[in-house]
């Protein structure tokens, strides 16, 4: 690393946080503006925390995003998708925000990120079964912006299921993909995926699929993650120390896939 290497700080930097209303995106806001970023953000909900700027969208909206990105002013050294809905809304407006709108969105930034930028979004463990769909995804990425994305999606519905599990499995795929894509801008992509971890998002998961099974899926270190758990890596895969970290997909489980690949946790039991 050279003397010149900005490392792991954001000083001097600009940064657009998508979804920094509350949880990862709020944590990654706040973090990423302690390590010295200017910070702007984006939401449909006014946060209540200072920012450089914020912008009202809602991602479920071609209209609201186009609106969105015209107003931004860039540069923007480093951006965070972190918005997402659970399950417990429409499988298509899921669909919408965590897959439609993730696309739109950091192809339609990337032009206000300049050469040594970066772009992380946010995945989840739930979508780490995505070799088993790669015709499927494949197919839904060849399609043209948001509304060919939405008509994919509708149009197979079985395949979509809930939105949830499927849409995570796109982004990983997706930023794979895109990575080697604009690799030669010299903008670098990358995703996590974090296990269980206590957001405002947690409680509608534990309606849906019980909270006694959520903490069966916690892992050897018994604990949900924090927030800040998340927003930290993002922070690093985002920062110039992670200059060579490009297309990858950090998992972010306290050792759940460890013990799942080396058999010391049985996922069929568990669900038994």
């Known amino acids: 690393m050279s003397e010149e290497h900005g490392g792991f700080r954001y000083d001097d930097k600009r940064?657009?946080?998508?979804?920094?209303?509350?949880?990862?995106?709020?944590?990654?806001?706040?973090?990423?503006?302690?390590?010295?970023?200017?910070v702007h953000g984006v939401d449909y909900k006014d946060p209540d925390f200072e920012l450089a700027s914020f912008t009202s969208c809602d991602l479920r909206s071609k209209g609201e995003i186009e609106s969105m990105?015209?107003?931004?002013?860039?540069?923007?050294?480093?951006?965070?998708?972190?918005?997402?809905?659970?399950?417990?809304?429409?499988?298509?407006?899921?669909?919408?925000?965590?897959?439609?709108?993730?696309?739109?969105?950091?192809?339609?930034?990337?032009?206000?990120?300049?050469?040594?930028?970066?772009?992380?979004?946010?995945?989840?463990?739930?979508g780490l079964g995505f070799f088993q769909h790669m015709q499927e995804i494949m197919e839904l990425l060849s399609t043209d912006g948001f509304d060919?994305?939405?008509?994919?999606?509708?149009?197979?519905?079985?395949?979509?299921?809930?939105?949830?599990?499927?849409?995570?499995?796109?982004?990983?795929?997706y930023t794979m993909k895109r990575a080697l894509e604009i690799a030669e801008a010299g903008v670098r992509l990358n995703c996590i995926s974090p296990g269980p971890?206590?957001?405002?998002?947690?409680?509608?998961?534990?309606?849906?699929?019980?909270a006694e099974l959520l903490q069966k899926f916690e892992g050897p270190m018994k604990r949900k993650a924090l927030p800040d758990e998340m927003g930290w890596p993002l922070a690093f895969l985002n920062s110039d120390a992670a200059s060579f970290v490009n297309g990858f997909n950090l998992v972010?489980?306290?050792?759940?896939?460890?013990?799942?690949?080396?058999?010391?946790?049985?996922?069929?039991?568990?669900l038994a």
Not at 252 to 270: E, K, N, P, R, S
Request: charge should be negative; aromatic fraction near 6%.
């Open 148 to 173: 060919g994305a939405v008509e994919w999606c509708e149009q197979h519905a079985d395949t979509v299921a809930d939105g949830y599990v499927f849409s995570k499995e796109v982004i990983i795929v």
């Open 252 to 270: 972010i489980d306290g050792g759940f896939l460890a013990g799942t690949m080396t058999g010391a946790i049985d996922v069929a039991a568990l």
């Open 69 to 126: 990105l015209s107003s931004l002013q860039g540069p923007f050294d480093s951006v965070f998708y972190c918005a997402g809905l659970p399950p417990t809304h429409p499988a298509i407006d899921v669909m919408r925000v965590n897959v439609a709108a993730v696309r739109a969105v950091v192809e339609g930034v990337q032009p206000l990120v300049p050469r040594g930028g970066a772009i992380s979004i946010i995945s989840s463990t739930g």
């Open 197 to 210: 971890t206590q957001t405002p998002m947690m409680p509608e998961f534990e309606a849906m699929s019980g």
């Open 15 to 38: 940064v657009l946080v998508v979804g920094c209303y509350s949880g990862m995106g709020e944590s990654t806001a706040k973090i990423v503006h302690s390590l010295g970023a200017e």
